[in-house]
């Protein structure tokens, strides 16, 4: 009652509380839901124990990637044939992990395949984010009028991603820093690559061994700070986001390997 209201001087107030002889009041009615108190209590503990919380989803993982080529690779084809390859890189723009894949040629349709196993293991991504240098073979050739007249429709690049539900992005021509998150892996890549190959003639399958393996030693580079006593986290990798606390090698003799054969 508000004698003073200019507008509504009674208002009706319901107690949800209240009820009648042998009734139920309202709050009765209403359903309880689970008591989350002690889980949150155990998460914020939990949380209190380590120097980085990390919550792996591997749904989220590669949505938004960079994409770029680098080659020719030289290897070993049969009868001692000298072939050449490049390498397809894929960066998730997120957690800074890398998935390679060999192409033996520059057609689209060879490029299409490596799309189709990197879906087929990763997941689609939402957004491609491709480079325009020179240097990028593919990147102004997928979307152009020759591959509509060179294949039917259905089996374009465009029509692909289409269906896809890919959106394809490219980066301003002539600015290459730009793709710079994917432009320091390939960096990245070719150091840890040659080193590894050095002036070694490689057949296409040892090739592709070795591709995998730098794949596995860079998605397992230390992305903070790494461990100075026995006490401190473990470094959080790239691979973390996809399969927490995974080894991706085990240690091996080279030499050994290169005598059984």
């Known amino acids: 009652m508000k004698e003073d209201s ?21 709050n009765d009615c209403l359903h309880a ?6 889980s949150i209590f155990g998460i914020l503990l939990r949380s209190r124990l380590s120097k980085y919380e990390l919550i792996a989803d591997i749904e989220k993982a590669f949505h938004q990637v960079g994409l770029d080529y680098f080659g020719p690779v030289s290897y070993t084809g049969a009868m001692g044939i000298k072939k050449k390859t490049w390498v397809l890189l894929i960066t998730c723009l997120i957690t800074r992990a890398v998935h390679l894949e060999l192409v033996t040629d520059n057609s689209t349709i060879t490029y299409l395949m490596a799309l189709k196993r990197y879906f087929g293991r990763r997941g689609v991504p939402k957004t491609i984010l491709c480079d325009n240098a020179p240097g990028f073979l593919l990147g102004n050739k997928m979307i152009n009028d020759d591959i509509r007249n060179r294949h039917h429709s259905s089996d ?18 002539l600015s290459p820093w730009q793709g710079g998150i994917y432009e320091r892996i ?3 890549i070719k150091n840890q690559f040659y080193k ?13 061994t070795i591709m995998i393996e730098v794949e596995a030693a860079v998605n397992s580079r230390p992305i903070t700070t790494n461990p100075t006593t026995p006490d401190d986290p473990a470094a959080l990798r790239p691979v973390d986001f996809l399969i927490p606390n995974i080894n991706l090698a085990v240690p091996n003799d080279c030499d050994m390997i290169y005598q059984a054969k």
């Open 33 to 38: 839901g689970p008591s989350i108190l002690q």
């Open 156 to 173: 374009t690049l465009t029509t692909f991603l289409a269906t896809k539900e890919i959106e394809l992005k490219n980066i301003t021509p």
């Open 196 to 208: 590894t190959v050095c002036k070694a003639e490689l057949s296409y399958i040892e090739l592709e």
């Open 6 to 26: 200019l507008t509504t001087k009674l208002r009706i107030v319901l107690d949800a509380s209240s009820h009648m002889v042998d009734k139920l009041s309202l």
């Open 186 to 188: 390939v960096g990245i």
